[in-house]
Structure formats: structure tokens, C-alpha cells
């Protein structure tokens, strides 16, 4: 059974710094894309960054770009997302996922359940 449980999220201040994690279990890890995506009620999933298989090559949608960094370890089967300088529009449910790496959601195969990040102004 695939299992994507992320972790980290939380409340914090604009200008703030979270480490979002995602632990993997149930597939073989190292050979899938993780990718982070972000929701909220009042808008559609939609991509945050992606890192490939052997972490040798990552993406990120524009506005996230030089505030967030994606990494993996496969040795422990994680992925992660460092978000730094946190903007109030940054709050969302964030997913981890396990796919294609790209920007269509429905490349992936496999979805966490999400975990609220919050930033206030």
C-alpha cells in the first residue's frame, strides 16, 4: 500500500521560514518524480516545484522561485520543501506527490492528504 504522509506545516509570519516533509513508503521511491502542489478553498491544486528522480533536476512555478527549494533523500524515502520569506499568499494545503515530475497534476500516480500552511501578515 502507497503511502505519502507529509508533515512541517503550520502558522507562521510573513517573512517566516517552514520545512514541509513528505515521508514515502509502499513504491519504489527513487525511481519516481515528487512534486509539491498547493490548494486552497478557494482555488485549484495547483503545481509548487518538482524534483526528478536522482534529485538532479528540480522546477518551480514562477512565484515561488528563490524563496522555496525542493529536495530528497532516497536513502529514507523523503522529499522536502523549504519555504523561506513566506508571503501571506503563500497559504494553502500543500500535497506531496509521486509522478511524472511535471505541471499537470494528473501526471502523478500517487497524492498525500496535505498539511495547512498559514502565514499571516
Known amino acids: 500500500q502507497v503511502q505519502l504522509v507529509e508533515s512541517g506545516g503550520g502558522l507562521v509570519q510573513a517573512g517566516g521560514s517552514l520545512r514541509l516533509s513528505c515521508a514515502a513508503s509502499?513504491?519504489?521511491?527513487?525511481?519516481?518524480?515528487m512534486g509539491w502542489f498547493r490548494q486552497t478553498p478557494v482555488t485549484e491544486r495547483v503545481f509548487v516545484g518538482s524534483?526528478?528522480?536522482?534529485?538532479?533536476?528540480?522546477s518551480y512555478v514562477d512565484s515561488v522561485k528563490g524563496r522555496f527549494t525542493i529536495s530528497r533523500d532516497d536513502a529514507k524515502n523523503m522529499v522536502y520543501l523549504q519555504m523561506n520569506s513566506l508571503k501571506p499568499e503563500d497559504t494553502a494545503v500543500y500535497y506531496c506527490?509521486?509522478?511524472?515530475?511535471?505541471?499537470?497534476?494528473?501526471?502523478?500516480?500517487?497524492w498525500g492528504r496535505g498539511t495547512q500552511v498559514t502565514v499571516s501578515s
Open positions: 524534483i526528478s528522480w536522482g534529485g538532479g533536476s528540480t
Open positions: 509502499g513504491l519504489p521511491f527513487s525511481i519516481y518524480a
Open positions: 506527490a509521486a509522478g511524472a515530475g511535471t505541471l499537470d497534476l494528473n501526471d502523478y500516480d500517487y
